[in-house]
């Protein structure tokens, strides 16, 4: 059985999820840019971390590698 902590980290880590992919959608209206390979990685690597979530060390490390590519993927983009 799943203990409190866990289930409130899951909500919250969907909640987060949902609230990029309507700033996504809706910044997405305004410019037809594609999802670079870069952040679909990092979104994908955040995805896996929420999926295994029950072994914390590759959970974090997910996240925490996902988080990195993400802001690569920003500073390579602020560049241009």
Do not use: C, H, W
Request: glycine content about 4%; charged content about 20%; aromatic content about 8%.
């Amino acid at each position: 059985m799943m203990s409190t902590s866990r289930i409130i980290f899951i909500l919250i880590s969907i909640i987060v999820l949902a609230i990029i992919a309507v700033v996504v959608i809706l910044r997405r209206k305004k410019e037809q840019k594609p999802l670079s390979t870069l952040a679909a990685l990092a979104f994908s690597l955040v995805l896996a971390g929420i999926i295994f979530v029950d072994n914390r060390l590759i959970s974090y490390s997910l996240f925490g590698a996902g988080i990195i590519l993400a802001f690569i993927d920003i500073i390579k983009k602020s560049k241009k």
